[in-house]
């Protein structure tokens, strides 16, 4: 089993609509998550960072995050053309330690049409 | 403030030969992950460097070996290239000091082997 889980897609939205991506954890340890988006060829970066149960809003972007269910979500708002990306969620620890690790999900490709 | 960087940005080698890639972490962090992600996966942990000792690997074989630096900087070398090691090697940063498990990802390297 996998220790974050998100569906690969792709996620056709129409522009202008709500993109709502979600993740799903294994390991109820994970007290961290993290929304990267990753464009074709280049390198994950961070958007969105949630730590406690509830929501997170940061402009167009909410994150979700239901410890009990172990369950994240990001909710983008009025989709643009240039939000077309892959959307890797990622879990850790709480806090900073230096032998712990963040894991990351497959992610889930996000295709915004005109 | 400098950004996470990487060197080289591309990388062409054959079967069986040794590879070092390199990393500068964020100014001000002194964490250094490797990861893995083959095309349309997500970042594979492949280990952690902190005080320059190896704190965290992931599930990746001997084959693949790193170092950290008294300034920070980090090596990944991977030995008996196989034509699997193909793929995007992100080097990500973070802080000890900072308390949260928030990192950031270089631009990466693209090896390829042959």
């Known amino acids: 089993q996998k220790e974050v889980e998100q569906n690969s897609g792709p996620l056709s939205v129409p522009e202008g609509a709500i993109a709502s991506l979600n993740c799903t954890y294994s390991?109820?340890?994970?007290?961290?998550f993290f929304w990267y988006r990753q464009y074709s060829g280049k390198s994950p970066e961070l958007i969105m960072s949630i730590y406690s149960n509830g929501d997170k809003e940061d402009g167009r972007f909410t994150a979700q995050l239901n410890k009990a269910s172990q369950y994240v979500s990001l909710l983008i708002r009025d989709s643009q053309p240039s939000d077309s990306a892959t959307y890797l969620c990622a879990g850790g620890p709480r806090f900073y330690s230096s032998a712990s690790k963040i894991i990351f999900g497959s992610g889930t490709r996000l295709s915004i049409r005109p | 403030d400098a950004g996470v960087t990487q060197s080289p940005t591309h990388l062409i080698k054959t079967r069986g030969q040794q590879v070092t890639l390199r990393c500068s972490p964020k100014?001000?962090?002194?964490?250094v992950s490797w990861y893995q992600q083959a095309l349309g996966q997500g970042p594979q942990f492949i280990f952690q460097y902190y005080e320059e000792e190896e704190r965290q690997r992931g599930n990746f074989p001997d084959r693949f070996s790193g170092h950290q630096f008294p300034n920070y900087s980090s090596e990944l070398n991977v030995n008996a290239l196989l034509l699997g090691d193909s793929a995007l090697y992100l080097c990500?940063?973070?802080?000890?000091?900072?308390?949260?498990?928030?990192?950031?990802f270089g631009p990466g390297t693209r090896l390829l082997v042959l």
């Open positions: 990500a940063s973070r802080s000890r000091q900072a308390m949260q498990e928030t990192q950031y």
């Open positions: 390991d109820r340890g994970s007290q961290s």
């Open positions: 100014s001000g962090h002194d964490t």
